[in-house]
């Protein structure tokens, strides 16, 4: 089993619509998740961190961790064509100081 | 202006050529990291670094090495490219382990 798994994509979407990005994670031990956008040929850029159960929300950003299922997810309202691009998924290593795992990503087309 | 910056943006060597790849901050952040990002394989980290004089491997390691010298500065060094190491790298930094990563703009090496 993958240790960050994602599907994907390319996930279209309708411009307005809301954009439900999945994310599951293989260490039940883990604690800390994140949600990185990649814009084509750009670097990936933070968009929400989480750490507890439940969500979190930043705008028109929804992060949502379910630990007992081992899941993370992104939900994004009224997407907007500026929203497509990849999304990824990253989860600490348990252990570690700074061990990153990134999924290999999820690819949103938002359609005007 | 906050940043990471890397150099070169844009190399082509041949195989068995030493060769240093350069990431700067000027954030005074503690933590540090290279990343190699191929099709299909997603974000991989090569190594991290917690502070100076510290290092850690991340999960693809083999044929790269680093030093942290001084807080800014986290050199990624192949001392005998290989093809297999033709991908685009990624340098970041952030407060700490649990923080968010700033990226740098990327470099893509190609070895022949």
């Known amino acids: 089993q993958k240790e960050v798994e994602q599907n994907s994509g390319p996930l279209s979407v309708p411009e307005g619509a809301i954009a439900s990005l999945n994310c599951t994670y293989s260490?039940?031990?883990?604690?800390?998740f994140f949600w990185y956008r990649q814009y084509s040929g750009k670097s990936p850029e933070l968009i929400m961190s989480?750490?507890?159960?439940g969500d979190k929300e930043d705008g028109r950003f929804t992060a949502q961790l379910n630990k007992a299922s081992q899941y993370v997810s992104l939900l994004i309202r009224d997407s907007q064509p500026s929203d497509s691009a990849t999304y990824l998924c990253a989860v600490k290593r348990r252990g570690s100081q700074g061990n990153l795992i990134f999924g290999k990503g999820t690819k949103l087309s938002v359609k005007p | 202006e906050a940043q990471v910056t890397q150099n070169p943006r844009y190399l082509i060597t041949v195989t068995g050529k030493k060769l240093t790849v350069t990431c700067s901050q000027n954030?005074?952040?503690?933590?540090m990291s290279w990343y190699r990002q191929d099709p299909g394989l997603g974000l991989r980290q090569i190594y991290y670094?917690?502070?100076?004089?510290?290092?850690d491997k991340g999960d693809v390691p083999e044929g790269y090495k680093v030093s942290r010298k001084e807080k800014r500065n986290f050199p990624l060094i192949l001392e005998s490219p290989s093809p297999n190491q033709t991908s685009l790298y990624f340098c970041?930094?952030?407060?700490?382990?649990?923080?968010?990563?700033?990226f740098g703009p990327g470099t893509r090496l190609t070895v022949t």
């Open positions: 989480i750490y507890s159960n």
């Open positions: 970041a930094s952030s407060l700490g382990g649990e923080s968010e990563q700033y």
């Open positions: 670094s917690m502070n100076v004089e510290v290092t």
């Open positions: 260490d039940r031990g883990s604690q800390s």
């Open positions: 954030m005074n952040h503690e933590y």
